[in-house]
């Protein structure tokens, strides 16, 4: 019989992140990875913020296989016919060491499993976690590839389906209203050429990010990152179909997304080199599953780890976070020498100390206020429709400014969006 | 936006193409017998990114495995009462290189 004192089901940022945390303090760690390698399975949008994570891992971050970090912030509402686009950058974006980085997992989390088994954890790719052993009421180990294999304390970290997690009965087959599909391609083209469409030098990189017509009005939005030698270029879109009209066909609203004005001149000329999907967590507070139980804990996206923040989307630090407080909490209940859920607890409590649950308190309103329909089709028609205004130039005599913005803000509408402001300051 | 056209079939394979997969042992998706007609299961033919579930018939849909990203929206979408659904066994299905 083959005993472990930790199993990992998972080899996304979670479970390379609790294994490398458990190797490193000495305990004996498997994991069990369903892909050819760690990362072969996982999909990014493309971007991770290492502040928040930089002191968890602190001999990590400097040889990892990053792309670019981000010095230039763009944001874009587009109607069908015009847009209207900002771009940030600052000074602080460039000061070392960098808060954002883009990144493709497949790579990344490649390296990082050779990161945990350089400390001494075991890893199993091309292996699948098939069920749970159950013994005494508890988690007691996994059936993967066939084999029985027992452990302590079983961590699952497979993802944001997280059909072991409902094996657990920690989580309920996820509902649409808490998810989104996310797209991807991954357009190859020259460093070069990066740099010059989008004003970068060396390895600085670019984020923008879409909202309006790129999910034609509906809750989700597009984004673009740029990586050292090729462009991450996808869109969200929400899952929950009960709200919508006629169902949107997604790889033709990617394709139009591919050629808009806004950005076919940014990708023309590059080469297509893998498309992706995956849903994403977008459930917030409500969305999160239970965290522990009896021998077992779940962490990542498996329990929920993800949150849409309006300008930011983040989900790979609450994993990466989430995965070194379950090694934490493992520790303790090593020391303790039990590892029953009143033990495990102390994740959660962990967590509740930590930004990530800190974070999905603060912004426990954000699905909500974000899921308001006027985001994604209105407010864009309205801020191009005032541009249009401003920038026309008739052939007789121009409206005064304040006249000219005024005719586009009714009473009615001034009343709405103080209404939606109300509601922006839950965000 | 001018082209708003659907993707042809032949570029949606065209760009499964660009990725690797490994096929091989049974069909990770199946539709529960006699449910193949549940209206429920329209949604995910237009939101399927890989576009496997197609309506064969109008109001009969299908669904295919080759190709499949392992996104999960079918899983979400239809739910257990209308759909198998498990991640192919290890070593098999899509492999990224980028992700």
Redesign the interface.
């Known amino acids: 019989m083959e005993r472990f004192e930790v199993i990992i089901a998972g080899g996304g940022l979670a479970g390379l992140a609790a294994a490398y945390t458990l190797a490193g303090a000495g305990v004996e760690t498997l994991l069990i990875e369903r892909g050819d390698y760690p990362g072969s399975k996982n999909v990014t949008g493309g971007r991770i913020y290492l502040n928040p994570v930089r002191d968890l891992f602190p001999d990590l971050w400097a040889s990892a296989p990053l792309e670019r970090y981000i010095v230039r912030e763009g944001a874009a509402m587009v109607t069908p016919e015009r847009s209207v686009t900002f771009f940030y950058r600052g000074d602080e974006l460039k000061e070392d060491p960098p808060q954002s980085y883009s990144v493709l997992r497949a790579r990344f989390d490649r390296w990082f499993a050779e990161e945990a088994e350089a400390r001494g954890a075991m890893i199993i790719p091309k292996t699948k976690v098939q069920d749970l052993i159950r013994q005494n009421g508890r988690v007691a180990g996994v059936v993967a590839g066939g084999d029985e294999l027992f452990a302590e304390v079983v961590l699952i970290c497979d993802g944001a389906l997280s059909p072991l997690g409902e094996k657990a009965g920690l989580r309920t087959w996820p509902s649409p209203r808490h998810f989104a599909l996310g797209v991807k391609e991954v357009i190859a083209l020259d460093a070069a050429v990066i740099n010059e469409r989008f004003h970068l030098e060396g390895r600085e990189g670019a984020a923008h990010l879409y909202v309006g017509d790129v999910t034609r009005g509906r809750f989700g939005g597009a984004f673009l990152y740029t990586n050292l030698e090729s462009v991450s270029l996808g869109l969200v879109l929400g899952l929950d179909t009960n709200s919508a009209g006629e169902n949107l066909h997604v790889p033709s609203l990617l394709e139009d997304f591919k050629a808009s004005p806004e950005i076919a001149p940014l990708v023309r000329g590059g080469q297509g080199v893998e498309y992706s999907a995956h849903v994403i967590p977008e459930g917030g507070y409500g969305g999160l599953g239970t965290l522990y139980g009896d021998g077992v804990l779940l962490a990542g996206d498996a329990a929920g780890f993800a949150l849409n923040l309006g300008f930011t989307v983040r989900g790979m630090e609450y994993a990466l976070a989430s995965g070194y407080w379950a090694a934490q909490a493992v520790m303790e209940a090593r020391r303790a020498g039990r590892y029953d859920g009143a033990t495990l607890a102390c994740y959660q409590r962990f967590l509740e100390e930590s930004f990530v649950l800190k974070d999905f308190r603060a912004f426990r309103n954000n699905p909500a206020v974000l899921a308001n329909p006027r985001l994604f089709r209105h407010y864009p028609e309205l801020a191009a429709g005032i541009l249009k205004d401003i920038y026309h130039v008739p052939a007789g005599p121009k409206a005064r400014l304040f006249d000219t913005v005024r005719s586009r803000l009714s009473l009615g509408e001034l009343f709405m969006i103080i209404k939606d402001l109300k509601g922006f300051t839950k965000l | ?7 042809g079939e032949g ?2 394979k065209a ?2 193409g ?2 690797v997969f ?1 096929q091989g042992g049974e069909p990770h998706i199946r539709i529960r017998p006699g449910k193949e007609g549940d209206p429920r299961l ?2 995910v ?7 496997l579930w197609r309506e064969e018939k109008p109001g009969t849909f299908t669904v295919t495995v080759d190709g499949c ?5 079918c ?3 239809c ?2 009462d209308l759909i198998e659904w ?6 098999l ?7």
Request: a positive charge.
């Open positions: 936006m001018k082209d708003r056209g659907r993707i570029d949606l760009k499964l660009w990725d490994k329209r949604p033919v237009s939101l399927c990114p890989a576009g990203l392992e996104c999960g929206t899983r979400i979408l739910g257990p498990e991640y192919p066994e290890g070593g299905g899509v492999q990224f290189r980028f992700g």
